[in-house]
């Protein structure tokens, strides 16, 4: 079988663990690594060096001399993995067979950013991970492969991300040899939903917590942006609170109350109102940790 000669767009965990499963196939060639030039990842720098391979960063990956450089190469595919800049006419359709692209999202829906927080927030029960030809759109080219997972309430930010690394690695994989051996099939995101749905990326404010919400409302948003992400902030007087798990209590009686009211302190953990019921809040951070019992009663 003939060698597919692969342009490499990438960064982070996402990129790591592909690189390493596209390495180990003897039919497939990277012919060089673009990093994200903001912030080039330092672990494909190594990875490419070790492997003789070119790491280039730019700033304008759809300039004239870029295009010029990567043209060189005589790439069959390019292959995107987090990388952050648009691609555009002339450089997603310099390879004989395009580009594609890997999103951590079911789409057609969960296009855009920050996808494996928004669907913890909206309370899913699966997330999905996408391979799909890039096109003038954002994430909505054909669809080539894509799988979905179940999220369960064991299940947060951190545990979703490992599991995202590791499908997104598998899911490019498999899309890539059906590409190499002739037997892709794709299907257009119009056929699955007219419409779909774009997320927002979330910024620096968003972590702020609002209690006059249901409880099973602030349980997901609490996991949805736990560590590695800002976690859940708050406030208690002027005292900041920095909250990275609560306890969903299913069975908690639904009162009328003041949400965001400490209704009890018991062996570091504390008990909040919510528009609903209450939660149990069992992991968190505060600059004044030694008197938080007494701050909180």
């Avoid at 299907?187 to 620096?204: D, E, L, M, T, W």
């Avoid at 409880?215 to 005292?239: H, M, Y």
Wanted: hydrophobic share 40%; glycine share 6%; net charge negative.
């Amino acid at each position: 079988m003939k060698k597919l000669k692969i342009g490499y767009f990438a960064d982070g965990p996402w990129a790591h663990q592909t690189f390493a499963k596209l390495q180990k196939d003897e039919t497939l060639e990277i012919a060089f690594v673009c990093a994200r030039n903001d912030c080039p990842d330092p672990v494909l720098r190594i990875e490419a060096e070790k492997n003789g391979l070119s790491f280039i960063v730019h700033p304008r990956v759809n300039a004239p001399e870029f295009i010029e450089i990567v043209r060189q190469y005589e790439c069959d595919l390019f292959v995107s993995m987090s990388f952050n800049q648009i691609f555009r006419s002339e450089l997603l359709n310099l390879p004989r067979l395009k580009t594609i692209n890997c999103h951590a999202g079911k789409l057609p829906f969960y296009r855009g950013r920050n996808v494996l927080n928004w669907v913890l927030i909206n309370d899913e029960s699966e997330f999905g991970i996408t391979v799909h030809y890039v096109d003038n759109g954002i994430d909505t080219g054909d669809i080539l492969a894509q799988h979905c997972y179940p999220i369960t309430d064991a299940d947060s930010y951190k545990t979703l991300l490992s599991r995202a690394h590791e499908g997104c690695a598998t899911t490019i994989y498999e899309a890539i040899k059906s590409i190499q051996e002739n037997r892709a099939v794709t299907v257009a995101q119009n056929n699955i939903h007219p419409f779909g749905f774009y997320c927002s990326a979330r910024k620096q404010g968003d972590e702020l917590l609002d209690w006059n919400q249901k409880s099973r409302e602030v349980f997901n948003f609490v996991r949805a942006i736990c560590d590695p992400g800002p976690k859940a902030r708050t406030f208690f007087g002027d005292l900041e609170l920095k909250i990275n798990k609560v306890e969903y209590l299913e069975a908690a009686p639904s009162f009328k109350g003041i949400p965001g009211a400490v209704l009890g302190v018991d062996s570091g953990m504390f008990i909040v109102k919510t528009l609903d019921s209450f939660v149990r809040v069992v992991e968190w951070e505060s600059a004044h940790n030694p008197k938080i019992g007494d701050r909180l009663k």
